[in-house]
């Protein structure tokens, strides 16, 4: 979508919109079978993110309130204290505004992550009563991740408190904090540990073109520009059946004279289609038109888009919203094959080489591998071989919540880079799995390189432990 300016000195700013991202958990305990058949789910907890080697000697015991569960040894004790409906942080009053029933606005998925909580956009708001909301998110898992907004109606700077309707809170001897979550499902209080939150899944993958006969494949290579010819063209004879012709071409009829100056300069062949296809819009507009002139329209509009794509101006002829295919060979030599549904891009290269970016799981990669197989299909490109995928890259971020003293973390491991005035984050390498984490003093710790969910997940732990024998953790 265009976004007019009303002259020429006003900035327009379009906030980009974010995607969900995924968060990785681990299942630990089912609260009522402890002690009991899920104890060793607290031990190993215990042992992997806790990092301590009396776990498997640990005397597991619930306190009569059913409210506390505690793991000790000799001098040693580690709380889980259950808080079904906890007070997690509050939110100033002005995301007041962006609180309605319906789907979670990004504002307030914005404050909640500014907390170290994550929701997805498709959460769901409910309101309870007067001031508060319910905010809930159904998970694909079947179970139920439920927080309570609530306004305190005061006129005090933060007056909205955010309520987790299931947290658990662990805390050992050296104060060394921990939050776990519950999920509900059938009155179940099921414990699960949040181990990372995937921001992108960078993934390689090769297709064979070998021994493929297309109009589209000359010499085992793709024709990028003809099939960029033949989509567009598709798409505009298809807006001319649907009468839909302007929403697809990318300008404004309307546009006032006084805007004139904050135009971009347009190519002479660009206006000339343009003032040619005006009328023939306002015919097929009212249904008046035939073939013969749709034929003559149609053959403008491919001439138009060759020479678009010659000039590497093709994004001024037709609309990015009205298009899956997006080619600019004066700036990326390949196709951009957005996939909206899955939130994620591929990169399509002459030779067959895809790159996969954007993606939130491992399996989104195979699903977007499977839908460009039956694109390329439009163009009679039928693989005769399975493509290969290679995950490249997982980008994912983790908190460990008592803050850290990275001038510690770094004197302690020679394997850390630390400079502050360039960079705020301290730098982490780990040669197995072989992956770079960026550990900040909030908490926060960002996994970069990792082929595999399971390799960031390893990594995480491997910091944290790093963190730990460093004795790099601030206790406030």
Known sequence: MRIKKRNKNEVVIKKKKKKDKIDIS?????WNNVPGKDENGIRNYLRDSFFIDWSEKAKIEKSKDNKTITASYDKHNIKFEIDEVGKLFNLKAAYGNYIAEGTISEQLRDGFYLNKVFVPQRTEIKKVKDKEWKIVWNRPD????????????????????????????????????????????????????????????????????????????????????????KEYTE????????????????????????????????????????????????????????????????????????????????????????????????????????????????????????????????????????????????????????????????????MFYPKINLDMFADYDENTEYEPEQFPGLIYKIAEPKTVMLVFRSGRIVITGAKSVKFAIEASRMTKKAIVDAKALIHE
């Open 26 to 30: 681990e299942f630990i305990f089912e």
């Open 142 to 229: 079947g179970l139920s991740d439920v927080y309570t907004i609530k306004d305190t109606g005061t006129d005090v700077p933060e007056s909205i408190m955010i309520y987790g309707e299931g947290r658990v809170f662990i805390e050992n001897e050296d104060r060394v904090k921990q939050i776990l979550i519950i999920r509900k499902k059938d009155d179940k209080l099921m414990i699960y540990d949040n181990v990372i939150v995937i921001e992108n899944v960078v993934a390689s993958i090769t297709l064979d073109f070998n021994g493929i006969k297309s109009d589209y494949i000359i010499n085992n290579r793709m024709d990028v520009e003809k099939i960029i010819e």
């Open 235 to 398: 798409i505009f004879m298809k807006a001319i059946q649907e009468k839909n012709v302007e929403n697809i071409l990318n300008w404004e009829e309307d546009v006032k004279k006084e805007e004139e100056d904050v135009k971009e300069e347009e190519d002479e062949y660009i206006t000339m289609f343009k003032e040619r296809i005006k009328e023939p819009i306002k015919e097929i507009k009212k249904g008046a038109i035939d073939k013969e002139k749709i034929d003559e329209i149609t053959g403008l509009f491919r001439e138009t888009i060759r020479k678009a794509i010659e000039e590497g101006n093709i994004e001024k002829i037709i609309a990015k919203d009205a298009v899956t295919f997006f080619y600019n060979k004066s700036r990326f030599p390949g196709i951009v094959y957005r996939l909206r549904n899955l939130e994620l891009a591929m990169l399509l290269f002459d030779s067959g080489s895809v790159i996969c970016t954007g993606a939130g799981r491992e399996e989104f990669v195979v699903n977007a591998k499977d839908r460009l197989i039956e694109k390329l299909k439009e163009f009679d490109i039928n693989l005769k071989s399975e493509p290969t995928i290679k995950l490249q890259n997982i980008v994912a971020s983790t």
